[in-house]
């Protein structure tokens, strides 16, 4: 019975057993809201003068990103280990 203690592999064989690919994950969110509202109501005398106003205002302002790269730097870390 003959056994191999060592065996020749590639250089691509190597890169994953070692773990030659870099994972780049990025995610970002934001959210953002605004709301205003105004109501407002003026009475007077028997049967005279009246004032009514309403405001309302609102803004939502919301992103998302998301970026994922497989090897993002395309092996030029690789060269720096030898």
Do not use: H, R
Not at 48 to 59: D, I, K, L, M, P
């Amino acid at each position: 019975m003959s056994n191999e203690l060592f065996t020749e592999v590639c250089e691509e064989q190597q890169q994953m057993v070692v773990g030659g690919t870099s994972i780049y994950d990025y995610i970002n969110t934001n959210y953002y809201q605004e709301l205003t509202a105004f109501n407002f109501t003026v009475a007077s005398g028997p049967n005279g003068s009246y004032v009514t106003q309403q405001f309302a205002n609102q803004t939502i302002d919301t992103s998302a990103y998301k970026n994922f790269l497989l090897n993002p730097y395309g092996g030029y870390y690789d060269d720096l280990d030898s």
